[in-house]
């Protein structure tokens, strides 16, 4: 059975959303948040989405507003998902830091790791000497349930239907018996990644030293125009002159007011 929502108590999840992650649910998302949310008032056994908005209001942990983001936010991501970008990294970043051999990467909204973990394998395989340099990705997300999934570093065979086999050869493991069909990333990869759990709403972000490139795909697409170049500007602050910034194949910048220099319809750099 699918609960009913108001009009009243769909304007208060959708504040509480925005409020709190950026997402900005239009209108039209009303049965959406219904259907998503449903399961899980069944499973509270409570009788209305007002009991519900109780519940994650006056938790003081916290967690089922976490778990509320977990239902409603969408997770899709790929090995190698929009390839250019990484061609770009190899190609055009690499070479260039080729001197100092040290390279800083946040992956912004990095979902269950799948994007991480692709360009730790486009720096390993992009590089002559890649024990010789120092790469570091930061990798963040809201939601604790896919960045767990993603610090676990373990995925299907049937996701990596765009890795070229030697990459799965060099970079992940293979499980035996019980572990069949399930992949599990090598040490070396893992070491180059720290996951943590960040909200690109916050005012600052835990990063020390400026940033080579910044990943933030496919969740601009989910924020307001003031949300998204607010973000953007921030962005700006922590990359350094001359740094990298990559957006979504279907997201644009191109109403949001942002200091950056526009390289390629998703490719942004900080000049200087
Ligand atoms: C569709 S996935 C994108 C994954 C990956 N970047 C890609 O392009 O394949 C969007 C991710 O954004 C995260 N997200 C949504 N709002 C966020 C926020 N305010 N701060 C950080 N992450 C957020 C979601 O949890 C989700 O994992």
């Not at 056994?45 to 509320?68: C, I, N, W």
């Not at 080579?212 to 962005?235: A, G, H, S």
Request: positive net charge; glycine residues 6%; charged residues 30%.
């Amino acid at each position: 059975m699918e609960y009913s929502i108001t009009a009243e108590e769909f304007q208060q999840f959708r504040t509480l959303i925005y409020d709190e992650s950026g997402i900005s649910l239009g209108e039209q998302k009303k049965s959406l948040l219904a259907s998503r949310l449903s399961k899980r008032l069944r499973d509270l056994d409570l009788g209305t989405f007002s009991e519900y908005y109780a519940k994650v209001t006056q938790d003081p942990t916290r967690e089922e507003f976490t778990r509320l983001l977990d239902l409603i936010s969408t997770n899709k991501t790929d090995f190698f998902r929009e390839p250019k970008h990484f061609d770009f990294l190899r190609d055009q970043i690499l070479p260039g830091l080729e001197r100092v051999k040290r390279i800083r990467i946040w992956s912004s909204a990095c979902s269950t790791g799948e994007e991480p973990y692709t360009i730790a394998m486009t720096l390993y395989e992009g590089v002559a000497n890649p024990d010789r340099w120092d790469f570091k990705i930061l990798a963040s997300d809201l939601s604790t349930r896919v960045l767990a999934k993603a610090a676990s570093g373990t995925y299907d065979e049937d996701r990596f239907r765009d890795v070229p086999p030697e990459f799965i050869k060099r970079h992940f493991l293979r499980g035996r018996g019980e572990q069949s069909g399930v992949f599990k990333v090598k040490p070396h990869l893992a070491a180059a990644i720290t996951f943590r759990r960040l909200n690109l709403m916050d005012d600052h972000f835990p990063i020390k030293n400026q940033l080579d490139l910044i990943f933030c795909r496919n969740v601009m697409i989910y924020f307001d125009r003031p949300t998204q170049e607010t973000l953007v500007n921030k962005f700006h602050r922590y990359l350094k002159p001359g740094g990298y910034l990559f957006i979504g194949h279907s997201e644009s910048l191109q109403w949001v007011n942002h200091p950056f220099k526009s390289i390629a319809p998703t490719i942004y750099q900080k000049e200087g």
